[in-house]
């Protein structure tokens, strides 16, 4: 089935770790985003890529790497500089500038 | 970084009722979605708007793109349990020149059996 796989589910980091998630596509698409989600909270950018070998930070792209080395996968690191880390990610892709976001399933980061 | 001011916040309404949410932005959008969002799980789209005055409808859920090219509007109709979630809008800022697309902050539906 074509989509987008997020993988893992759940994911606890230690204090002073770096983590990554992984984000793939096969559906062909050119552009991937990552976001992030409080409770309670909308949707915020952190990075996007409209092409393979580059990304563009998004409004909170602070203790964030990201990297775009295959069209279908966009994995995102989450560092030790950031601070809070504790929250909901979501990965989205889409085919063009003017064609909807479709979003995998979403990790949940913590902290333990 | 900008978003959209989606109302209500929240929502609790009785099985059957009819639902209605809105969206508006500073700025002139060229696409407009709706998504919906159950617990633990990605946003599921559920309707795109393209032109200014659009109408489309999905099963019981209907959005308009306001001709002001600054506002959407979900309607719901006999809302049923499985209709609980947080219900996003999103639009795409035409001067961006980028596939960033904005989000609204949600409005979490609740309905009442």
């Known amino acids: 089935d074509g989509g987008i796989t997020q993988s893992p589910k759940y994911l606890f980091r230690k204090e002073g770790q770096n983590v990554t998630l992984s984000c793939e596509q096969n559906?062909?698409?050119?552009?991937m985003y990552w976001y992030r989600q409080d409770p309670g909270q909308g949707l915020r950018l952190i990075y996007y890529?409209?092409?393979?070998?580059?990304?563009q930070k998004g409004d909170i792209a602070e203790g964030y790497s990201v990297s775009r080395e295959k069209k279908e996968s966009f994995p995102l690191t989450v560092t030790s500089a950031q601070k809070n880390p504790t929250a909901f990610y979501l990965c989205?892709?889409?085919?063009?500038?003017?064609?909807?976001?479709?979003f995998g399933d979403g990790t949940r980061l913590s902290i333990l | 970084g900008q978003q959209l001011n989606q109302s209500p916040q929240s929502m609790f309404i009785q099985e059957g009722e009819d639902v209605s949410m809105n969206c508006t932005s500073s700025?002139?959008?060229?696409?407009w979605l709706w998504y919906k969002q159950d617990p633990g799980e990605g946003p599921v789209l559920l309707i795109a708007?393209?032109?200014?005055?659009e109408l489309t409808s999905n099963g019981r859920l209907t959005a308009q793109f306001g001709i002001t090219r600054k506002d959407s509007f979900l309607n719901i109709s006999a809302s049923i349990p499985s209709d609980v979630g947080i219900y996003f809008c999103?639009?795409?800022?035409?001067?961006?020149?980028?596939?960033?697309?904005?989000f609204g902050t949600g409005t979490r539906l609740k309905v009442l059996a």
């Open positions: 999103a639009g795409r800022d035409r001067a961006s020149g980028t596939y960033k697309y904005i």
């Open positions: 708007l393209y032109k200014a005055g």
């Open positions: 700025s002139i959008f060229n696409t």
């Open positions: 989205a892709s889409t085919i063009g500038s003017n064609q909807p976001q479709h």
């Open positions: 559906l062909n698409h050119d552009a």
């Open positions: 890529s409209q092409i393979v070998n580059d990304f």
